[in-house]
């Protein structure tokens, strides 16, 4: 069975710009969740998605955002990028019962210049 | 002061030795908890997943759950140096509905080092 999946693995972006990326559930998991891994901050909740809708949302500027699809894959984006945006960025997905296990992909890390 | 505390360590152990992992926490809303494994440069791999109160054992693995005392444990057994890496313990509130908030919070995470 095949596991979370984000892509790309890396990035380098400069400040100001924006940046989209991607993760695709495992097959049957409806829900998915982004966070953010820093090593002062440690890993923190960005948002969730379910059925296409954001269910949750962590303590993060509007710069930050998300989208899901019919297919559950979801994108998350980030714009006018600050060099306090470099983080690895991971997602999780959960199957759509309450208090389940979440898994987690390999992440993407963001490194802003 | 944070929802869960975790001492970052690093915990350094002999191969063989039991090691002890903790997490406390404030938030009563928390009722269900996971142990995560990470190391450098991957994503957090689940290894225990607990809702009640107790232990809960797999191979070398307990995790323990104390409510009461707001305290969660994770156990490793016969630890090898393979075991060197980041855990992370993780809670997250209870819901009601399957719409429910999934938002996990974590712990800082301790760096185990097991010594050949």
């Known amino acids: 069975k095949a596991g979370v999946t984000q892509t790309p693995r890396y990035l380098i972006k400069t400040r100001g710009q924006q940046v989209t990326l991607s993760c695709s559930p495992i097959?049957?998991?409806?829900?998915v969740s982004w966070y953010q891994q820093t090593p002062g901050q440690g890993l923190q909740f960005l948002f969730e998605?379910?059925?296409?809708?954001?269910?949750n949302k962590g303590n993060f500027p509007g710069r930050f955002s998300g989208r899901q699809f019919s297919n559950s894959r979801s994108e998350m984006n980030v714009s006018t990028l600050e060099l306090g945006d470099s983080a690895l960025y991971l997602c999780?997905?959960?199957?759509?019962?309450?208090?389940?296990?979440?898994?987690f992909g390999q992440g993407t890390r963001l490194t802003v210049v | 002061q944070k929802e869960v505390e975790q001492d970052p360590g690093p915990l350094s152990v002999p191969e063989g030795a039991i090691v002890s992992l903790n997490c406390t926490y404030s938030?009563?809303?928390?009722?269900?908890f996971m142990w995560y494994r990470q190391y450098s440069r991957k994503g957090p791999e689940l290894l225990m997943y607990?809702?009640?109160?107790g232990n809960k054992e797999d191979g070398r693995f307990t995790a323990q759950v104390d409510k009461s005392s707001k305290y969660i444990s994770l156990f490793i057994r016969d630890s090898q140096p393979s075991d060197s890496a980041t855990y992370l313990c993780?809670?997250?509130?209870?819901?009601?509905?399957?719409?429910?908030?999934?938002?996990?919070?974590f712990g800082s995470g301790t760096r185990l080092q097991v010594q050949p």
């Open positions: 097959s049957g998991h409806r829900s």
């Open positions: 607990t809702y009640s109160s």
């Open positions: 998605y379910f059925s296409e809708t954001q269910r």
């Open positions: 999780a997905s959960s199957l759509v019962r309450k208090n389940t296990e979440a898994f």
């Open positions: 938030n009563s809303a928390f009722q269900y």
């Open positions: 993780a809670m997250g509130a209870g819901t009601s509905t399957d719409t429910g908030r999934r938002a996990l919070t």
